[in-house]
């Protein structure tokens, strides 16, 4: 079973700091994906990944195979920004199955 | 193109009774995963169908139970509600067969059980 950890747990940044949140899991994965939820529920995926790195607008992705580890870049961070970003990984061999991390709860003050 | 939708929102219901969530995929996704999400326990994933056939079951008890029919549509079923099963239930859809796609999540099913 996939162990997947999440730091920090939460985050309180002022607009316009880099942001970075950190994903690391035990067992190696086909793809690793980023999730964002706002108040209310909804998850929206940010990226899918499974190797690399991935940008969109000020968000960035990185992923490394070898370490086990991932991270994800809010660059000029905004009070939108503010949510719970949730790492999940897609085991191998056939499993469509998704591990989540616990999520870090980001709070971005203007 | 419309989204992932789910019905009902939100429901209450009582210890014993049992209850049907029904999951309407984005137009075209074959692939249909449903997600309970916790306080406690976060989110966590119960199972996901292909073309019909349940292709992956997380580890919930057999109380929990689900189907997906011809047009892509999926209902989950939970028998025998317990106060643990309160919960956001979300059911996300992707296109493919092979895994590593894209997932598109649906607003979710707020269950309360009393």
């Known amino acids: 079973k996939n162990e997947v950890e999440q730091s920090p747990q939460n985050l309180t940044a002022q607009e316009g700091e880099f942001i970075t949140i950190n994903c690391s899991y035990s067992v190696g994965i086909s793809a690793l994906h980023w999730l964002q939820q706002h108040p209310g529920g909804g998850i929206v995926s940010l990226f899918m990944l499974s190797s690399g790195k991935k940008k969109h607008g000020r968000l960035i992705a990185t992923i490394n195979i070898q370490e086990k580890h991932s991270s994800l870049h809010i660059t000029a961070s905004h009070p939108r920004d503010s949510a719970v970003y949730i790492c999940?990984?897609?085991?191998?061999?056939?499993?469509?199955?998704?591990?989540f991390g616990k999520g870090t709860k980001l709070s971005v003050i203007p | 193109k419309a989204g992932v939708t789910q019905t009902p929102r939100y429901l209450i219901k009582t210890r014993g009774q049992q209850v049907t969530l029904s999951c309407s995929p984005i137009s075209g996704h074959r692939s249909v995963s449903w997600y309970q999400q916790t306080p406690g326990q976060g989110l966590q994933f119960l199972f996901e169908y292909f073309s019909e056939t349940q292709r992956n079951k997380g580890n919930f008890p057999g109380r929990f139970s689900g189907r997906q029919f011809s047009n892509s549509r999926s209902e989950m079923n939970v028998s025998t509600l317990e106060l643990g099963d309160s919960a956001l239930y979300l059911c996300?859809?992707?296109?493919?067969?092979?895994?590593?796609?894209?997932?598109?999540f649906g607003p979710g099913t707020r269950l309360l059980v009393l």
């Open positions: 996300a859809s992707s296109l493919s067969a092979s895994g590593r796609e894209t997932q598109y």
């Open positions: 999940a990984v897609e085991g191998g061999a056939g499993s469509y199955q998704l591990t």
